[in-house]
């Protein structure tokens, strides 16, 4: 049982007596080796220092764009006198132009940004072979920024760079320059031209280097058609990323293409959902004097015709076989393109292909002073992931070796793409389904470890492997493809559950039930049972469905408990390239989450769904500190909201705080009191459904969604609920390696615990003593190797040191962990960094 004794609660009847903090001073372990939870923010450097080095690979091409991604201490960007914090250096040492954008930021929105992103154009360095690795200094000098004008629109695109080439100028001129068709059954064409003025623009970007605009626009139709073969009110939504460039003949253009309609405005129709939307093609046409290029020429891109100066290529060409295309309503896909003249069509390839000019901030210290490089791997500077955890050196996998894999993995993936080709087992089971080639199987809960990382990325970080980046656009390009839950608001927007709220007699409820996709069967309030039929009717009547009709429908979104397999590339994406798409799709699954796991209720008679957060709360309140049913699921929504909160404007993040403060007061309150325990499950998974339970790969999640949460959304700025969710992390990781979890004489903890009788009302087993016989079942070492490094973080108890020496098959940490390589790194990443640390060889 936990009893207070003054300064600490003490966990007794296991293996471990441990003290906890509950609030107040803070937590004190059995030692105090270690700084709680991982040392101070790196201080700032002098003017002129460098900061760090970016390193990339050496392309063909004379200039290029560098871009990369640093992380920064707190206060660093953005300057209160509005000007740029940093300069990269040419190859020769050359001050160059420089901008800096923001990745991402700390809690407290006054501390600025904890990653920002740099970005000139440079030189290669005519001594080094086309394809080396080169490095470009960084240094904390500040700078003039060209300050973006007050309303985002087209103009930027123009205003932003310097030296912009005439001839994208001119192309910026042109309001239809960029046009994007799609082609419904009957052959009638729905448009959108992003440069017209007429769509909702965001700034993504906005220097003299780049310039970035998301510019959001329904697809209407170019001649509304009455009657049988008529038109639809609208096609598809589309977020068009326009990028332009100082010096380059290039236009960037990422795509998002969704059938994901929300129909929240009822003044509108060009929100109303489609439900199935049959199409027989999708066009990009631009003016001749540029090319299309797209990062995976895929089977179906590419085919184009030259008609009075305007080319036009299919993003999607037809089937050959005169049958039509199909996506479901919340399908989505995107596409990364350049547009370039013949000049520069090499460099876009380049760009593209290879991942040109993308840079990575390195491990390393300075050798004029000696002063760490802010990097990932610099614990003052260790802002990665929503943990924000340090990360390990490779130095014993060597960055050539990595390099090397990764060219594999890229190789491998781009081959399937371009090819159309798959496996047949996973993860690549199927080809291409049309304009679709989606990732993994088609069950969106398939069991298993594969892919369900706690980190990711850090192979392509510690070798600065851009063909790793470009590999993980890959995939996060076909996981989109099957992760049919977009849900977008006129605007363009991810539709927020706040704005679905009523007013009932029981209180404010959102009148639907939601979990990964909303359940119609129960209610329709998005207008999906009204779209319109005739075309699907036509579709279906004629024999018309494509050949992959049948294989594309039975691939259902991954679940939440699987949830990681989708964010884990977007989080790669945005961390280390600050990819616009990337950090939008976080943005919209977290939204999406929110509609599944919210405090309201789902009627007006105030019931609520049985796996949502209101009846998790009701829950807690009734029956208080006995554990509650919070998993994987719940945690991993919550993983991918603190890492969209990251990177979100500070509107978002106004909006999305209470949210998090509702997790952090019903994760205290429904703890286990005694046992430290969070999970209480009831399902026939565990134990046949006799006990309620708590699962170790569960457990581990969920620890890592707490180091998460606290360190993205609380730590340094809200103190009450940054201790409270220390503790609540603390008492878990202590029920982690307590005897109720780890039997005594097992080299692992169990794989399911039994924590209590299946009512509730009789409380929790608060020892293994007090267990049933039976009460655990198997052992489980795959997940839960970082929470051992949060735990001796926190608490500077070297028990878990000890323990996690044990799971490690005894001996040295250090050396059990660095001989398995690269061997379940996502999972390790942690602990490795707190050993390598700990060794002084980090």
Request: aromatic residues 10%; hydrophobic residues 35%; charged residues 20%.
């Amino acid at each position: 049982m936990k009893v207070w004794k003054g300064c600490c609660w003490l966990l007794l009847g296991g293996s471990l007596a441990a003290c906890v903090g509950r609030g107040g001073d803070g937590i004190t372990g059995t030692t105090s080796s270690s700084g709680e939870d991982g040392g101070a923010p790196a201080a700032p450097l002098a003017t002129g220092a460098v900061v760090t080095e970016l390193e990339t690979r050496s392309p063909s091409e004379a200039t290029f764009v560098l871009r990369g991604t640093i992380p920064v201490p707190p206060g660093i960007y953005p300057r209160s006198d509005g000007l740029g914090a940093f300069t990269i250096h040419d190859f020769d040492g050359t001050p160059l132009e420089t901008q800096t954008e923001i990745v991402g930021r700390y809690p407290n929105d006054a501390d600025g940004a904890d990653v920002v992103e740099v970005l000139a154009r440079v030189r290669r360095n005519p001594t080094y072979a086309q394809g080396s690795q080169v490095r470009y200094e960084v240094r904390n000098t500040p700078r003039p920024a060209r300050t973006a004008p007050g309303t985002a629109g087209v103009q930027d695109l123009s205003q932003g760079p310097e030296a912009l080439a005439p001839i994208v100028q001119g192309f910026l001129a042109d309001p239809l320059a960029i046009e994007i068709t799609a082609y419904d059954c009957f052959g009638n064409a729905y448009v959108v031209h992003p440069l017209d003025g007429t769509g909702v623009a965001r700034r993504m970007r906005y220097g003299t280097v780049q310039t970035e605009l998301c510019v959001y626009q329904t697809m209407v139709p170019v001649q509304p058609v009455a009657g049988a073969q008529g038109t639809l009110p609208h096609s598809f939504g589309v977020h068009a990323y326009v990028s332009t460039f100082t010096g380059d003949e290039i236009v960037g253009l990422d795509l998002r293409l969704h059938d994901g309609h929300s129909g929240l405005d009822p003044g509108s129709a060009l929100d109303d959902p489609l439900d199935t939307l049959y199409f027989q093609r999708i066009d990009v046409t631009v003016p001749d004097a540029f090319t299309v290029e797209q990062d995976f020429a895929d089977p179906l891109f590419g085919a184009t015709t030259i008609v009075n100066g305007r080319r036009t290529v299919s993003l999607v060409e037809p089937n050959a076989d005169g049958t039509m295309h199909v996506m479901r309503w919340q399908g989505q896909m995107h596409r990364r393109l350049f547009l370039a003249s013949a000049a520069d069509r090499v460099k876009a390839l380049s760009y593209l292909e290879d991942g040109t000019g993308l840079g990575f901030c390195v491990r390393g210290t300075d050798p004029s002073d000696g002063h760490a490089y802010w990097s990932w791997w610099n614990r003052g500077t260790a802002r990665y992931f929503p943990q924000r955890y340090q990360l390990p050196s490779l130095d014993h996998v060597g960055a050539a070796n990595l390099r090397s894999t990764l060219r594999g993995t890229y190789d491998w993936i781009r081959d399937h793409l371009v090819n159309g080709t798959g496996d047949g087992t996973y993860p690549i089971v199927v080809g291409n389904l049309g304009w679709s080639h989606p990732y993994g199987v088609a069950y969106g809960g398939m069991t298993g470890g594969s892919e369900i990382h706690i980190s990711d990325g850090i192979e392509s970080a510690e070798s600065a492997s851009t063909h790793g980046l470009v590999a993980v656009r890959a995939t996060h390009r076909m996981q989109t493809d099957r992760q049919r839950t977009a849900l977008y608001d006129l605007d363009g927007e991810p539709t927020a559950v706040e704005e679905w709220v009523l007013n009932g007699p029981n209180g404010p409820y959102v009148p639907f039930e939601h979990y990964v996709l909303p359940n119609l069967a129960l209610s329709d309030p998005f207008g999906v049972s009204s779209a319109p039929q005739f075309q699907i009717q036509y579709v279906e009547g004629t024999g018309r469905e494509p050949a992959y009709y049948a294989t594309y429908m039975s691939y259902d979104p991954y679940d939440y408990q699987h949830f990681v397999r989708y964010t884990r590339s977007a989080k790669v994406l945005a961390w280390l390239s600050n990819d616009s798409l990337a950090k939008d799709d976080l943005r919209m699954q977290a939204e999406t989450f929110h509609l599944s796991y919210h405090t309201y209720a789902n009627n007006s008679g105030g019931g609520a769904q049985a796996n949502g957060m209101k009846a998790a709360m009701d829950f807690v309140s009734a029956v208080p500190g006995v554990g509650l049913p919070f998993g994987r699921g719940e945690a991993w929504g919550f993983d991918c909201a603190a890492a969209a909160f990251s990177s979100a404007d500070v509107a978002w993040r106004a909006k999305t705080r209470p949210w998090f403060e509702d997790l952090a007061e019903l994760v205290s309150d429904g703890q286990g009191a005694c046992n430290g325990f969070l999970q209480a499950t009831v399902t026939p998974k565990f134990f046949s459904g006799m006990y309620r339970g708590r699962q170790e790969i569960e457990q581990a999640i969920s620890e890592n969604m707490l180091q998460g949460v606290r360190e993205s959304v609380f730590r340094g700025n809200d103190a009450a609920r940054s201790d409270l969710v220390r503790d609540v992390l603390a008492d878990s990781l202590y029920a982690f390696v307590s005897s109720m979890a780890w039997p005594s004489g097992q080299s692992a903890p169990a794989s399911l615990t039994a924590v209590g009788p299946l009512d509730p009302t009789l409380g929790v087993w608060c020892s293994f003593s007090k267990m049933p016989s039976g009460g655990w079942t198997g052992l489980e070492n795959y997940q839960n190797w970082s929470s051992f490094a949060y735990a001796y973080e926190i608490t500077g108890d070297s028990f878990f040191l000890t323990k996690a020496t044990q799971e490690s098959g005894g001996g040295v940490l250090l050396s059990n962990l660095e001989q398995d390589g690269t061997n379940n790194l996502p999972n390790r990443a942690a602990l490795l960094a707190l050993a390598q640390r700990l060794s002084g060889k980090l």
